[in-house]
């Protein structure tokens, strides 16, 4: 939760009609994920199959009626980098509709 997600973070909170705040699969994260944040999605992002497994892993229960999605991102990206922001632009947007 250090690039990548508040680089998505950013870009969709701005966007008129929808909410969006990041966390980390990892308990060293910022801002670590916690029930509370999955109660408050509607769909939720990850960047890569290993926060999606330790999601499920993590929180069963509270991910049955909220849609995981992996958008395969790496770790290659610099916070706000032009190709991140199209990458998740190109990724996040087809979920949205």
């Known amino acids: 939760n250090q690039l990548r997600s508040p680089t998505a973070e950013a870009m969709w909170r701005r966007r008129p009609g929808f909410a ?3 966390a980390g699969t ?4 910022r801002h670590p994920i916690s029930p509370a944040d999955i109660r408050w ?5 990850v960047m890569e199959p290993k926060h999606q497994h ?3 892993a993590a929180f069963p229960r509270l991910l049955e009626h909220t849609p995981l999605h992996c958008l395969d991102i790496p770790d290659d990206y610099e916070y706000m980098d032009p190709v991140l922001v199209e990458l998740l632009k190109r990724k996040v947007t087809p979920f949205l509709r």
């Open 20 to 22: 969006a705040r990041s």
């Open 26 to 29: 990892s308990p060293h994260a």
């Open 41 to 45: 999605a509607d769909v939720i992002f």
């Open 54 to 56: 330790r999601l499920q």
